[in-house]
């Protein structure tokens, strides 16, 4: 069963620095684009970052870009999102996805984590 499966977040100070990890397993998505989203409180899940199958072409939302980087490791099922100069607004719950493209819309992706919840303090 395809399955991913977040981990890194927590309580951060704002201006600090989190990387979030997900690891895909179950079936082969060195194929695939990985991406992440977050969900505030009270708000609809948002793009934040995504990148090709390749790993050579990599999008980010308005809001992150600058601060947050994605990498991956296709061999290895693993995508990475290192985020850096955190802000209070960054607070929410981040989630990985597996999709057709690198794309923002959130149709494009199949498979999604469970989240994990960062929460920066200002």
């Known amino acids: 069963q395809a399955q991913l499966v977040e981990s890194g977040g927590g309580l951060v100070q704002a201006g600090g620095s989190l990387r979030l990890s997900c690891v895909a397993s179950?079936?082969?998505?060195?194929?695939?684009?990985l991406g992440w989203f977050r969900q505030a409180p009270g708000k609809e899940r948002e793009f934040v970052a995504t990148i090709s199958w390749s790993g050579d072409e990599a999008h980010y939302a308005d809001s992150v870009k600058g601060r947050f980087t994605i990498s991956r490791d296709t061999a290895n099922n693993t995508v990475w999102l290192q985020m850096s100069s955190l802000k209070a607004e960054d607070t929410a719950v981040y989630y990985c996805a597996a999709g057709y493209s690198a794309q923002e819309a959130e149709a494009w992706y199949t498979h999604w984590g469970q989240g994990t919840q960062v929460t920066v303090s200002s």
């Open positions: 179950g079936r082969a998505f060195s194929n695939y684009a």
